[in-house]
Structures are given as C-alpha cells and as structure tokens.
C-alpha cells in the first residue's frame, strides 16, 4: 500500500497567482481532509470530502475551493495567492468521515508565496 | 469555540524520567481524542486514540470527562521519543481539530 501521496512536495508560486495541490488517498478510503499548518502551529482544517461530497469547511477564505474525483483522489485548489498562504499543506485520508478509523497523513506540499 | 489546548510549547526531560504532556479540550458532546506524533523530517501519524484504549511505544493517555483532559503519558523516557505531539478532536463537520503542539526532548 502506497499511503497517502501528495503532489507536488513543494513549489514556490508569486503572489496573484493560482495553485492546485494534489491527494491520493489510501486504497479502500473514500473521504479526504486538507490542513494548513504554518510553521510553529498545529494543522488547521480547510475541507473533508466524502464520496465526492464536501462534508465540512474550515474557516478559510473563498479562495481556497477542493473537490473530490471518483477515485476519490483530490485537489485543493487557492486563487489569488496572498504571501500568508505559505504552509505546509496536509492531506489526510480515513475509511469514513467519523474519527473513529483514523487519519493517516500525507507527507504534505509545502508551498511558498513570494 | 471548540478548541484543543496544549499548554507548554516545549518539554524538556533526561532519558529513563517520567513524561507527561498535557492536553485540555472544550468540546460540548462526546469527544473522540487523539494523540498524533510529527518526528523530525517524518509525516504526522497517529500515535493512540482513547476509544482503543491502547498502549503505543510505552505512551497512554486517559480521557478524563471531569477535567476535559487527554494527558499522554510514560513512565520511562527515551531519546527516540523527541518529536512534536499533538493532540487533537474529531468533530463532525470539521475532521480533526489540532492543538498547537508540544515539542518533547529527551536528553541523556
């Protein structure tokens, strides 16, 4: 089993522009979460995504937007990117959306807002 | 709000000491607890949740509903435990909701 897998590791966008990150979620896992975590913070939740649906939003601007394919593979996407966004992004992906099965963590996207 | 705390940012311990890490919720329901651990250069994983009730690398942790508390514990520390640990909820509608976390180091 691959794990969790996050494109790409990390890239370095200016201001203004639009950047799509990517998730694969572990075999047999339907829903995927984003996280934000700014150095020296915990991760902040952004979207859950269950069987294509959105289950839950944090409270992030409009410009971040995430959907879910039917591989249940994701992408998070961030327009007109302020240099506040930079961060290591994190994808988690669990079998339901309840805690009960657990999260398991991608290695993230660290993207820099120059 | 909802929140997770974590009240120290850094704990400082020599090998062989007793650890404890301290984790405090609000939370109105029932919560559903977990401890994740971050080592250096690795991605977050699930160290232990309450509803297993189970004992990972020598850690526990009790939910303790009267204090709202999930304290991660270990009566012996080692120099493989430095990492950063965080302590998080699930709430429906939002996933995981994170502490700030708490970076353990253990010194020989």
């Known amino acids: 089993d691959a794990g969790v897998t996050q494109s790409p590791t990390h890239l370095i966008k200016t201001r203004g522009q639009h950047v799509t990150l990517r998730c694969s979620p572990i075999s047999g896992h339907k829903s995927v979460s984003w996280y934000q975590q700014v150095l020296g913070q915990g991760p902040q939740f952004i979207f859950q995504y269950y069987e294509k649906e959105e289950r839950g939003r944090g409270n992030f601007p409009d410009r971040f937007s995430a959907r879910q394919f039917p591989n249940y593979s994701s992408e998070l996407n961030v327009n007109a990117l302020l240099l506040g966004d930079s961060a290591l992004y994190l994808c988690?992906?669990?079998?339901?959306?309840?805690?009960?099965?657990?999260?398991?963590f991608g290695s993230g996207t660290r993207l820099t807002v120059v | 709000a909802q929140r997770v705390t974590q009240p120290e940012k850094l704990l400082s311990v020599f090998k062989g000491a007793p650890v404890e890490l301290k984790c405090n919720y609000s939370y109105s329901g029932s919560p559903e607890l977990f401890w994740y651990v971050q080592y250096s250069r690795q991605r977050l994983q699930l160290l232990l949740r309450?509803?297993s009730r189970e004992s990972i690398k020598g850690f526990t942790a009790d939910l303790n509903k009267g204090e709202t508390s999930f304290h991660l514990k270990k009566p012996f520390a080692q120099e493989e435990d430095s990492a950063m640990y965080y302590c998080a909820f699930y709430q429906a509608g939002t996933a995981l909701i994170f502490g700030k976390g708490t970076t353990l180091s253990v010194s020989s």
């Open positions: 309450h509803i």
């Open positions: 988690a992906s669990s079998p339901t959306t309840g805690g009960a099965g657990g999260y398991t």
